[in-house]
């Protein structure tokens, strides 16, 4: 079982920035794709951005391209995602989730273990 623990969040104004971490329980990390996903109130759960297993491949959603950063380090189990230029529309609860397959899947049903999320609030 794989655990997935989200830090980071808060609350910020437009413009500003976060950086959300994700620590995982297991030493087998680096073999696990990553993800970070969020879900806005009365709205599905969406991509948000993903790393292949051995951080060479990475993928944003349209939304975040430009602005948003995805990276790992597989010395500390851990991934991030570097929030810039955030907007009103970025609030969100933020998920991170693993893959075991190793692949930086874009889709919810391709990953294996979530976090429980950290609430991204952006006033304007």
């Known amino acids: 079982q794989v655990q997935l623990v989200e830090s980071g969040g808060g609350s910020v104004q437009a413009g500003g920035s976060l950086r959300l971490s994700c620590a995982a329980s297991e030493r087998s990390f680096s073999g696990y794709g990553m993800g970070w996903f969020r879900q806005a109130p009365g709205k599905e759960r969406e991509f948000v951005a993903a790393i292949r297993r051995s951080g060479g491949l990475t993928r944003y959603a349209d939304s975040v391209k430009g602005r948003f950063t995805i990276s790992r380090d597989n010395a500390k189990n851990t991934v991030y995602l570097q929030m810039n230029s955030l907007k009103p529309e970025d609030t969100a609860v933020y998920y991170c989730?693993?893959?075991?397959?190793?692949?930086?899947?874009?889709?919810?049903?391709?990953?294996?273990?979530w976090g429980q999320g950290t609430q991204v609030t952006v006033s304007s």
């Open positions: 989730a693993a893959d075991l397959t190793g692949v930086a899947s874009t889709m919810t049903y391709e990953y294996n273990y």
